[in-house]
Every structure is written in C-alpha cells, then in structure tokens.
C-alpha cells in the first residue's frame, strides 16, 4: 500500500464498519485474503464492488466507464486488466480459478462485472501488490468459491475499515 502505508505504521481500524454495510469504492480494508497468507490478513483499497465494471489500460484504472482519480497511487499499473467472459483478465491471459478466486459462472449475475458478494481490490503500489490482478476477487464471506482455499476451512471475510495512521507521530493522519 505504499505509498499511503509504509511498513511500520500503527493502524486504527474500524471493526464494526463492516457489520453495518459492504465495502464502499475507496476504503482501505482489512480482509481475509483467497491465498495462502501464514494466517495474515492483508490490507488494499476497495477499487470495485458487486455490479461494477473494472479495466484497467494504458496505466488507467476505469470503474463503469469512468477513469479513476487516483493520488494515492505509487505509479500506474503497467498491466491491463478487465473483467469479461465470467473471469478476469490480465495482459490478454485469464486468471486461472485452481490459483485465483474466480467464482463459478452460476454466481455471476453478468459476465462483465464484478458478482454479489465479491469485492475487487488493488493495493497502491499497483506494480508490485498482490491482489486482484494476481488472486482474483476478495470475498465478504463464507468459503471460498475458487483458488488454493476453495476446499480449506479457511472463512473469507472483512475485519475492517483502516481509518487514521497513528504511530509513527509524523505520520499521524486520517485515511481517506
């Protein structure tokens, strides 16, 4: 998440957030990851939810048509990505679901846009992040529906919402 998270920085996060309403576009979310993390939650900001439509081209991350406005990012993505076909796309190749969390079509409510209870996430050092564009979809919850933990007892979830960086000092700042 660099650069608005850098390694050391001391979190406030907000657990009850997500008791009362999905992930919102924007958020920086604390979530269960569909890979194998050593028990480690990961953190990464919130690019898309159920219904929405994401690509990403010539270092552009487009959410329903609409190019994002991004200062947080650490440089452009130098990948392209999108949603299509009941998967998602990176450089032209589908994710593979033994390895990503890419549902069954049976789950999708359209082949173009992210399904009811999937969350598409990218951390802001887009280059060197592990997250949607390598594993496919965050899920709210329940068991995994594809990827290395489809069969584990592993529980997808949202642990939730990062808010303020308040360690180190002169760092110390609200998250937007």
Known sequence: ???????????????LDYH??????GDIAVFT???RS??????????????????IAGGVVYRNGTALKEPYENEPPSYDLKIAGYTIYVDGQPLDPTTANIPPRSMWQAPDRIPRGFVFM?????NYSED????????????????PLAHS????GFAGRAIMIFWPFDRIRILH
């Open 1 to 15: 998440m660099v650069p608005t998270l850098q390694v050391g920085d001391m979190l406030l996060v907000n657990e």
């Open 20 to 25: 009362l309403h999905a992930p919102r576009p």
């Open 33 to 35: 990851p569909p890979v």
């Open 38 to 55: 050593g028990g480690d939650e990961f953190i990464k900001r919130v690019i898309g939810v159920a219904g929405d439509t994401i690509r």
């Open 122 to 126: 990218l951390g802001d050092n887009r």
């Open 132 to 147: 949607s564009h390598v594993w496919g979809f965050a899920q709210i919850h329940g068991r995994f529906a594809a990827g």
């Open 153 to 156: 007892k592993t529980v997808a």
